[in-house]
């Protein structure tokens, strides 16, 4: 990102949650984009921010049109001008007359946010023409969204193709994301250990099979367990599965032995007799719950031996909570296991969280300084540990 004196045309992720009043209710998404932002403006580029907000095409006015009111950008100037230290232009438009008109008119040194790019349907689609109207505004093209890298959009991929190789470049916060977690693809320190939970198996497939490949140990818990308990034989009550999966799990178990990866399931469970922060609970062997009773959490021995081999590990890749984590009493699971991590850490580990509800769960047990790399990106970090091209890497790669 060397570049002075520029245009920068910057592609950033300022997808963030407002309150129904259209007000930001958590800016770490605004947050994490001001350092790429700030090194540029201090080399005296201009910038002109592109990003999308929501799901303007989903999501639209009874009468077809887009319902510009809730999905504007304009929702982000003051915080991001505030976050910034210097003002922000606002354009109305994503590539049209008030876009380029300002687009022309910036000075280095000065701000410009374009209108949603999901306002048009081509930023989805991938369009070639769309994208090349939005290249048209800036000399050079700089990526810094790593939470859509795993989406073909025009904005985030398409659009690289009309800048050569020395006009393009990823920004700060891609660079870390990327850079941690080739750490744990690439010569990972050994043990090597995956901790994967969540509710479904069907959703973490493509990751667990490309997981033993590479790890020495993978560890599996949550709802998706109990799938694999019912797979080996065990009762389950009812604890969720999923029956069409049975044979892919004990595919999965076969597969492990083959590479020589030890895998874990939860010995025990808490067990609850509703899916409800009231129920009775108690704890039992997960693979002999009776009827009527369902597993919502791990139980002691399973956070014994999870904690055990997490604690003996050299690089960790965490994602999924290990219990209804949102409910206090099917908790404690997920935070022994988010204590291990961090006891690891401590000891020379490198731990990597990804996923959405990993992050939020490591943040409830206030560990989230103690582990190594937190990802931003929920989507794009698992499909990149799938081992799939993501478009927003490869165009800025790519001749
Ligand atoms: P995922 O989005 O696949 O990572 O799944 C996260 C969700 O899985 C969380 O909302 C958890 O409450 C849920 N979950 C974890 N363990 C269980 C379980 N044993 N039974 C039902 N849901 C679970």
Redesign the pocket.
Do not use: C, Q, R
């Given at each position: 990102m060397n570049f002075s004196n520029s245009k920068v045309l910057i592609r950033v992720d300022f997808n963030v949650p407002l309150d129904g009043a259209n007000k930001i209710t958590d800016d770490t998404r605004i947050e994490a984009a001001i350092p790429t932002l700030k090194q540029l403006l201090e080399k005296n580029n201009a910038l002109i921010i592109m990003s999308h907000l929501g799901r303007p095409q989903k999501k639209k006015n009874e009468d077809g049109s887009i319902n510009v009111k809730k999905f504007t950008l304009q929702h982000v100037v003051s915080r991001l001008a505030t976050l910034l230290g210097t003002p922000v232009h606002f354009a109305t438009d994503t590539v049209g007359e008030d876009a380029t008109q300002k687009a022309d008119a910036l000075q280095a040194g000065e701000v410009l946010l374009l209108e949603n790019t999901r306002f048009h349907s081509e930023e989805a689609a991938g369009d070639e023409a769309f994208a090349k109207q939005l290249a048209k505004m800036g000399d050079v093209y700089v990526n810094d969204a790593f939470g859509t890298a795993h989406r073909a959009h025009a904005s985030t991929a398409t659009i690289a193709q009309f800048f050569p190789k020395d006009k393009k470049a990823f920004g700060l916060l891609m660079k870390r994301e990327l850079e941690n977690a080739e750490k744990v693809v690439k010569n990972p320190s050994r043990p090597f250990t995956a901790i994967v939970?969540?509710?479904?198996v069907s959703?973490?497939i493509m990751l667990i099979k490309q997981l033993l490949e590479k790890v020495d140990n993978i560890i599996i818990?949550?709802?998706?367990?109990?799938t694999f308990m019912k797979a080996k034989g065990g009762t389950i009550g009812t604890?969720?599965v999923e029956l069409d999966k049975i044979v892919l799990a004990n595919e999965l178990v076969e597969l492990a032995k083959e590479k020589d990866v030890n895998l874990y399931l939860p010995e025990d469970?808490i067990i609850a007799d509703s899916?409800n922060k009231e129920a009775n609970t108690k704890t039992n062997n997960s693979d002999a719950i009776e009827e009527g009773w369902?597993?919502?959490?791990i139980g002691e021995k399973a956070r014994n031996e999870f904690a055990s081999v997490i604690e003996s590990s050299k690089t960790i890749l965490w994602?999924?909570?290990?219990?209804?984590?949102?409910?206090e009493p099917?908790a404690g699971g997920?935070r022994a296991v988010a204590h291990a991590v961090a006891f690891a850490t401590s000891q020379g580990a490198f731990s990597l969280i990804g996923?959405?509800?990993?992050v939020a769960a490591i943040n409830q047990s206030g560990l989230e300084e103690q582990v190594s790399f937190i990802s931003t990106g929920g989507g794009a970090m698992l499909e990149y540990l799938e081992g799939k091209e993501l478009p927003g890497v490869a165009g800025i790669t790519k001749e």
């Open positions: 939970g969540g509710a479904k959703d973490k818990g949550g709802g998706m367990a109990y604890s969720l469970s899916f369902m597993g919502l959490d994602n999924g909570p290990m219990g209804v984590f949102e409910m099917f997920t996923g959405g509800d990993s």
